[in-house]
């Protein structure tokens, strides 16, 4: 089993910055992509970003020039800095990623943290 532990949310004033971790952990053998999505409430869950294994990003408009995705394969973790937040970035947070794991080594899943909340205040 994989799990995705994210930390790093809270409560920031407008233009603040912030920086959330996501681990993976179990029985992993290897993880092709991770990112990070967000959702608010009656909205469908959006992407803020993904990084391939080799380093690779893909942004949403929303926040490119804002936010930065990077990723440290030694430790399993995908990092997002988020730089001159507004209100319209507030929602929950959620780690991504596609994992493969020691028993079936060339088969991918799909995985999420539980999320964490972001809220900007104005």
């Known amino acids: 089993q994989v799990q995705l532990v994210e930390s790093g949310g809270g409560l920031v004033q407008t233009g603040g910055s912030l920086r959330l971790s996501c681990a993976a952990s179990?029985?992993?053998?290897?993880?092709?992509?991770m990112g990070w999505y967000r959702q608010v409430p009656g909205k469908e869950r959006e992407l803020v970003g993904t990084?391939?294994?080799?380093?690779?990003?893909n942004n949403a408009d929303s926040v490119k020039g804002r936010f930065t995705i990077s990723r440290d394969n030694t430790k399993n973790t995908v990092y997002l800095q988020m730089n001159s937040l507004n209100p319209e970035d507030t929602a929950v947070y959620y780690c991504?990623?596609?994992?493969?794991?020691?028993?079936?080594?060339?088969?991918?899943?799909?995985?999420w943290g539980q999320g964490t909340q972001v809220t900007v205040s104005s």
């Open positions: 991504y990623a596609r994992v493969s794991t020691i028993t079936y080594k060339f088969y991918y899943n799909n995985y």
């Open positions: 179990g029985s992993i053998f290897n993880i092709d992509v």
């Open positions: 990084i391939t294994k080799s380093g690779t990003t």
